[in-house]
């Protein structure tokens, strides 16, 4: 006889709720007109489901929220910097680390100090306020990831993994000094949430080790930990020799190959606010010491309140929970196989964080110079009221020389924020997209017309380039 399959369900019960209402028609089409047609720019009021990001965007536990009221706001020295700091130690194992109001102060720290002008930062692919950071520094970020996190239908399981040869041709081109770190994310965001395995990041440690600088040490493997969780996870699910290690000791080993990281805390550590980096070295925890105090403030709160590194310390205890990611991880395959199943064109494996439509095959009638994915995420808001984000030519911005980039990739992101959305969410957003998918013809392109110099797509505006044809996807 054969064995029904034993569905499970979400890890927690909800406490909690937070009403939303999906506005008419008339009044998305409005909204989306007023914000320049960038869902950056929408009111959060005005949107139904909002898959803008997963940063920032946690529903805290009643641990984390107990946890809020026992904040100790001294200016220095607070107790909930020892609980956060205990809990870097125990769960990341880094030695040394300064609090930072979110991720990209710490990348902001890390990059002035170990960054001089000239060097070159390799990376498995960009992140944007990564690569701005390293190159407001003075480097220039080359990417050393594996070819198929280029490609969104390869089916690669360790899509973010470092492409070794990459790597050491770069170092053999300009040599260990000018390479202050190997900057490693995990997972890769920008490639659809995409894993590095075990093997690989052993692999990038061990290059490192053999190419010495020339003050004798070994050239520093710096990880992007955001995602680090998830990115535990798929190697417990997908590499060999990793099935029965928990996702917390998976987590150690990952990070015992690098020298430090930095994190944005409003993701994987559960938090609405918060980030952190973290050394080995001790002379770069000093010089993190020396300038947290001018950008974020003192070492033991760097522009965090002491209620909110409580919950920091506390979501990070609650991040390698095995059952927690199990279900996080499976609900965004969850809405990816209906899209899948449906044919929507969508980055493949899915990743950990977010669904990424393929906006370059899903709208192949439009060139990428007028924005696919930019216009896919306005139709979609226009659609459903839900909310996505562009992550290709408006995200990829200029090179040096001032030209676009147009990045292989041209995606729109369906974010899917942590514990805070049932599977029934999913199921509407799965219909909105099928729906659209059916009636792609009908959707032109955008132009942009306003520009700012940095970040574009935060803020960059746009209008339709045939206003008839934009609208022209009107469904009931
Ligand atoms: O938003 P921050 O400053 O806390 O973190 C910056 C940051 C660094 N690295 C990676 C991989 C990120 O994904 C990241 C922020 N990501 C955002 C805001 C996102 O929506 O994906």
Redo the contacts with the bound molecule.
Sequence with gaps: MATRRRRTAEPYKIKMVEPIRMKTRAEREEAIQKAGYNTFLLDSADVYIDLL???GTSAMSDNQWAGMMLGDEAYAGSRNWHHLWDAVREVYGFKYMVPTH????A?HLISQILIKPGDYVPGNMY?T??REHQERAGGTFVDVVIDEAHDPSSLHPFKGNVDLDKLEALIKKVGPDRIPYVSV?VTV?MAGGQPVSMANLRAVRELCDRYRRSDGRPIRVMF?A??CAENAYFIQQREEGYRCRSVREILREMMSYGDGC?M?G??DNLVNIG?FAATNEPEVYQALTQLVVVFEGMPSYGGLAGRDMEAMARGIYEMVDDDYLAFRVGQVEYLGRQLIDAGVPVVRPIGGHAVFLDARTFLSHIPQSEYPAQTLAAALYVDSGVRG?ERGNVSAGRGKDGKERFPKLELVRL?IPRRVYTNNHMDVVADSVIGLFEERETIGGLKMVYEPPQLRFFTARFEPLKKEGFWAFVRG
């Design positions: 990001t997963d940063s979110q991720g990209r102060g990348e992140f306020t990564t994310a965001n992007d955001t995602r930095t944005s409003k993701k980030g984000m974010t």
